[in-house]
């Protein structure tokens, strides 16, 4: 989750460090041991006549008591490591007030108010407020710190019906993507009718005010939180009436998807349905709601392209695709034969991705150039308005509102530069700072600098790196390489106080933009999917050899993270190069390539990823790259995993078994721990206070195997 930091000026302590050889700490640590695993050696698989071996299957089961006490004993384990380090409370005590800032989200509008999101600062959950015009004072609509004493049920997404009359929002507890669905009545914020259980993957749109769609999965049989996932299910829950009357409207068993959305369009004419069963590509429905008992009607009828309505009026349906558009193109699709050979162009595509959002009857258009963003705005014959002036390189977020409204907001940030709020006049392009945030730290004291470097096969891969202004190409730099490379996701420039904690004690920052990513559109993300995977991996290792060779830090002072899809990252290039990385980050990893469809919903990142049983050729590819089955007895960087107990998108499980046989076939001296995050799912919905720790415990492992003492000089201004 990505917090939003604005405002309070309160003058800061940092210290400014000056070379990481006069911080070297003669603290050295007991050899770690770990608890005792128990291995069956008798659980075997066969892929295609190549046995398997799977000795710590049963840390697959969740719901044991066996699996529940390995957890507590590797917990324990890494917390007695942790709390040995004598600067973590200085970091702690460090990245807390760097985090304690008011965080306001992008406003938006829904009947007469206008809402946003805020947390003072270091409230566990951000809260809804409220404003009418002409009123003085915000009020709370919706405060999800009284939705649990620890604040571990986070509010989970919430939609207005047309008038903004109700609402539904979701909960999630403890991170799970399982939601539940709770109806108010927006004037006094009172409940309204039944909760809504099992819930997921699913938005919430409004049909009127008598009732919305939304989408789940059967409720499945055995462990919820890994439990196979198969046919997605769109539904209609009429207000008043019990959740097992709901009807089905799309999915099911008769028309089997993994992944169905519904959406109502603005003008509460059409309901608009996606379905898919993977990561990429998608059908396209739609059903006349002015007619009782229409037909669903397909515009498109295969999964080879993605697809998004955009808008709808009297004449026609605004359609984003790549269809024969690699990076993107909105076209317009009659509503009487909307098939794909009667589609016209409306904006062509470009060099660069597009994404697209709406506001105020217009089409707001956001381009990455070379992961940068540019926005332009069109009308609905094509015709370009404008071009939005942004503050500088860096990442523009919202431009959404509805169709009636004359103004709209959105976000801007960068690595060195805060999330900052603008407001603009739809009509005129006239833009006016909104929300600033005033900083414990003087971003005029970093740099951030786009570099191109060379991958194993000569590709040129955009990376940013970001520091100290003055800091020297010594090879002596503590730096955190961070990627992705997956799923068609772009990693574009964000600011996050956690990173400071890096950037305030001499290190640098550096996110390489990996084939398998979105920024540079489907060709991009083709070349690192499936047998092409080895591409990204070598992306990342070329990266830190580029970070190496120019001297802004050495094999002893590098780090790598990544998370989900960024975990298996990590996990595949620190066994491909150990000696490469002195630290190494895989969070909620997919590390497990030979099972990971068999959970949840995993068989759907099978476009990426392909599964061990399609082919002989997809099973020799996966095993040899697969970082649990690429263990070996050697010397591993040292290693920080971290999962949580409630993830139900990529299950602990993987981090487990990593774990456990790292351990096992660690020869090194340097530490492997698993930190297992409880009440905690994926990564969304985190508490203020999990957050702290969770950062607080990163960087004190990060530092103190690098033989680092960040924050002496405490009374130095930065």
């Known amino acids: 989750m990505r917090f939003f930091i604005i405002a309070s000026g309160m003058l800061c302590f940092v210290l400014a460090c000056k070379n990481p050889e006069d911080q070297k700490t003669n603290i050295k640590s007991d050899e770690v041991m770990y608890p005792k695993t128990k291995k069956d050696t008798t659980v075997t698989d066969d892929y295609f006549g190549t046995k398997v071996k799977d000795p710590y299957r049963w840390l697959e089961n969740d719901t044991s008591e066996e699996t529940a006490a390995w957890v507590r004993e590797e917990n324990e384990v890494t917390r007695n490591y942790l709390e040995q380090i004598p600067f973590r409370s200085a970091i702690r005590q460090r990245y807390e007030e760097l985090f304690n800032y008011e965080k306001y989200s992008t406003p938006f509008k829904k009947g007469d108010y206008t809402y946003y999101y805020l947390n003072t600062g270091l409230q566990n959950q951000s809260v809804l407020y409220r404003e009418k015009k002409g009123e003085t004072e915000a009020k709370v609509f919706l405060d999800p710190n009284r939705f649990s004493k620890d604040g571990t049920t986070s509010l989970a997404g919430i939609s207005f019906s047309k008038d903004g009359s109700m609402a539904g929002y979701q909960i999630s507890e403890g991170g799970s993507d399982w939601r539940k669905v709770i109806i108010l009545e927006s004037a006094d914020a009172k409940q309204s009718g039944d909760t809504l259980i099992d819930v997921k993957f699913s938005d919430i749109s409004w049909k009127g005010n008598d009732g919305f769609y939304y989408s789940s999965y059967e409720k499945v049989a055995g462990s919820q939180l890994s439990a196979k996932t198969q046919e997605h299910r769109l539904l209609y829950h009429k207000l008043g009436t019990k959740q097992s009357e709901d009807k089905l409207i799309f999915g099911g068993s008769k028309t089997p998807r993994r992944y169905i959305g519904g959406q109502v369009s603005e003008n509460q004419k059409w309901l608009v349905i996606t379905a898919a069963n993977e990561t990429y590509g998608n059908e396209l429905y739609v059903q006349d709601l002015t007619k009782p008992d229409a037909p669903i009607l397909p515009i498109v009828g295969d999964m080879k392209s993605s697809n998004e309505i955009l808008d709808v009026d009297d004449q026609y349906f605004y359609i984003q695709t790549d269809r024969d558009a690699p990076n993107g193109k909105i076209v317009k699709a009659p509503i009487a034969t909307p098939g794909m050979d009667q589609w016209t162009v409306v904006v062509a595509t470009t060099s ?334 985190k508490s203020t206070e999990q957050i702290l720790e969770e950062n607080t415990d990163m960087w004190s492992f990060f530092f103190y195997n690098m033989g680092i003492t960040p924050y002496q000089a405490k009374n130095k201004l930065n």
């Open 352 to 685: 660069d991705p597009l994404s697209t959002s709406t506001a105020g009857g217009y089409f707001f258009c956001n381009y990455l150039k070379d992961a940068i963003s540019k926005v332009y705005q069109y009308d609905h014959q094509g015709k370009q308005i404008r071009e939005i002036p942004l503050p500088g390189p860096g990442t523009a977020s919202g431009f959404n509102a509805r169709a009636e409204d004359k103004e709209v907001y959105y976000m801007f940030s960068s690595y060195v530069q805060p999330s900052t709020i603008y407001k603009m006049d739809i009509s005129s392009g006239k833009t006016e700072l909104y929300k600033q945030p005033k900083v414990k730290f003087n971003p005029q004291n970093y740099e951030s600098k786009q570099v191109f470097y060379k991958s194993k096969d000569g590709t040129k891969i955009p990376m940013i790196i970001t520091f100290k202004k003055g800091t020297k190409p010594d090879g002596k730099n503590p730096t955190l390489l961070y990627g992705y490379g997956g799923f068609n996701v772009s990693l574009t420039p964000y600011f996050s106080t956690s990173r400071l904690v890096l950037l305030e004690n001499g290190g640098i920052y550096a996110v390489a933009n990996l084939r398998g990513g979105g920024e540079y559109g489907a060709a991009w993300h083709q070349q690192g999917i499936k047998t092409k995977k080895q591409n990204v991996f070598d992306d990342f290792i070329s990266a830190a050899h580029f970070l190496i060779d120019s001297g802004y830090t050495s094999s002893d002072y590098l780090a790598i993270e990544g998370g989900s899809n960024g975990g298996l990252l990590v996990g595949a290039t620190m066994l491909q190069e150990p000696k490469l990385f002195k630290v190494a980050f895989p969070a909620v990893g997919v590390l497990d390539m030979l099972r990971y469809h068999k959970f949840t919903a995993g068989v759907g990142w099978a476009y990426d990823y392909g599964t061990s049983e399609e082919s002989k050729e997809m099973f020799d590819y996966l095993y040899k790259y697969s970082p649990l089955h690429n263990i070996k007895p050697g010397n591993y960087p040292a290693t920080f995993i971290t999962t949580a107990d409630h993830d139900d998108r990529v299950v602990p499980a993987h981090s487990f078994k990593f774990a456990a046989t790292l351990q096992e076939n660690q020869q090194g001296k340097e530490p492997v721990l698993i930190r297992i995050e409880t009440k905690a799912g994926h990564g969304a919905g």
